[in-house]
């Protein structure tokens, strides 16, 4: 038996085509790839903004330009100034949590009907000038000024690249693609066994661009000059497509002949204790084409109660039952969902056995490979077998598509809602991802 006093439905969506990192959607703002989405999903299904209760959005790379980027986008989509609206930050999983966020507002009859989803510009992703305002150069804009030239070699001031900052966990010291590599050295993921991933996500998400799977909830942005019809990476990139073998022109990120893999082992071997580093028998696996690319995109859903969807005549696209998280170390981010999602399903009442489809982010090949054998070790559950009957991730994931940080989450749940759709027999699913700082979240939706 599930945990909602209110069945809490899902009754519309849509996401931005989402762009690679420095193309097409370079110039486009967040809020107004934001407004961009919540324009479109009022219009798509008729939704009356006087009808919405509140806001709840995901932006990992939250900026001053945009505090609270759920109102602002909401005051800019016409949306009543009367709502509600605030901003969740939870790296990788805030485009999920959003939604969770609105089904325990409606729960404790805050309201009836919000808007939720989340929005990323990589591209737009500042660097910052980091330091005390007592420091003289950094007093006000006149001084940084005069003092430009000497900065850089400031001790007190620090100049930051924010995504490299915004991707590496403060507490362990390690970046993203490292916790990948060291996820892949524990469970022994070899790189073919990952560039056999990535070349079969690539396939199957190319495939889902040409028969419309991703066309009939993805609504073209359009604006200022900029126009973008469809997922932008997947394409850029249609020779790993064709040619499979490609895969094995990317270098490994963690062997240079500046950096030898050995390297890799002195900075985080602490976190393998498994494995020992023997030279000419450990290899590094983690490359460009296995990872998932930076992106710029947004995407929104209608999240109501059962009372409202009727009152209003809104379409039933899926029932949330359940959402959960889960930490684990930050070194071993890529393993969180799997045990987020056996949280998810206990509180829905759920059992594995009964989920038909899965979306699991992508973070890495690396990451999902891990996740698989930390699910079968630890929870019994066979999640590489869904995969392989094409159950899990059946359209591709974020390697392909591009992983726009917080409309990852929200993207996660559309193409989720949307596999069960073409699937006659679904009546479970889950989506799940893993997160920075070690954070994994799980929801499971039912089929209406």
Known sequence: EGIMKTRVLICGGVRTPIGHLGKTLAAVQPEDLLTHAIKGLLAQYSLDPAAIDGLIMGWVGQGS??????????????????????TVQSNCVSGMESIASAVRAIQLDEGEVFIAGGTESMSSFPYAIRGARSQKPLRNMNALKANWQTLWDDKEVAIIDCIEEGLTDQVK????????????????????????????????????????F??????????????????????????????????????????????????????????????????????????????????DAAAAVIVASESAAVRLGLPVLAEVLSYATAGVNPAYMGIAPAHAAPIALKRAGVSFDAVTNIELH????????????????????????????????????SIPLGHPLAATGTRLVLSLIYAMMENKDSKFGLAAACASGGIGGAMVIARP
């Not at 062997?255 to 204790?273: E, L, M, N, R, V």
């Not at 992508?362 to 077998?385: H, I, P, R």
Request: with cysteine.
């Open 65 to 86: 330009h945009a505090p609270n980027i759920a109102r602002i986008a909401g005051l800019l989509s016409g949306i009543p100034e009367t709502a509600t609206a605030y």
């Open 173 to 212: 010291h390690i970046n993203m693609a490292e916790t990948a590599e060291v996820c892949a050295q524990r469970y022994g993921i070899t790189r073919t066994m990952q560039d056999d991933y990535a070349a079969e996500t690539f396939r199957r998400c190319f495939a889902a661009e040409e028969n419309g």
């Open 214 to 295: 991703y066309g009939s909830h993805v609504i073209p942005f359009s604006a200022n000059g900029v126009s973008l019809e469809r997922d932008e990476y997947v394409y850029a990139r249609k020779a790993l497509v064709e040619d499979a073998s490609m895969f094995t022109k990317a270098p490994v990120l963690f062997q240079t002949t500046d950096h030898p893999f050995s390297k890799f082992y002195d900075d985080f071997g602490a976190f393998i204790p498994e494995r020992k580093y023997h030279a000419g028998e450990t290899e590094p696996t983690v490359t460009l084409f296995n990872s998932c690319a930076r992106s």
């Open 362 to 397: 992508e973070a890495f090949a690396a990451t999902v490979l891990s996740a698989f054998a930390e699910s079968k070790k630890e929870f019994g559950c066979d999640w590489e077998a869904l995969w392989r009957d094409g159950r899990l991730n059946p359209h591709g994931g």
